[in-house]
């Protein structure tokens, strides 16, 4: 079983940015791939940006590009970042980070993932 545990949810205007950060308590394997997801109220799970582990190889959704950026940290030994810029109203959601040996990126874009964190709540005010 692997741990996630994600920090720095919270409540940014429109326009602002916020951070957040996913610890691995117990390392991350450099097979992995880490991922980026987050659910609105009344709607499905959904992917928003993941990393390779191995190589630092990102992908993102159509929604976010060019205003998350997702990154390892901590000397990519246990921590993946969001950078989150440009936040809209529509970003609010309770975002998860999620992680999984040698998943495919297109399956990790339909959602999957083999471990998950808690959630952190990402609340946009207008």
């Known amino acids: 079983q692997v741990q996630l545990v994600e920090s720095g949810g919270g409540l940014v205007q429109a326009g602002g940015s916020l951070r957040l950060s996913c610890v691995v308590p117990g390392g991350i394997l450099s097979n992995y791939r880490m991922g980026w997801f987050r659910q609105a109220p009344g709607k499905e799970r959904e992917f928003v940006a993941g990393i390779r582990w191995s190589d630092g190889d990102t992908a993102y959704a159509d929604s976010v590009k060019g205003r998350f950026t997702i990154s390892r940290e901590n000397n990519a030994k246990n921590t993946v970042a969001l950078q989150m810029n440009s936040l809209k109203p529509e970003d609010t959601a309770v975002y998860y980070c999620?992680?999984?040996?040698?998943?495919?990126?297109?399956?990790?874009?339909?959602?999957?993932?083999?471990?998950w964190g808690q959630g952190t709540q990402v609340t946009v005010s207008s």
């Open positions: 999620g992680a999984a040996a040698g998943l495919p990126l297109a399956l990790m874009k339909r959602g999957k993932s083999d471990y």
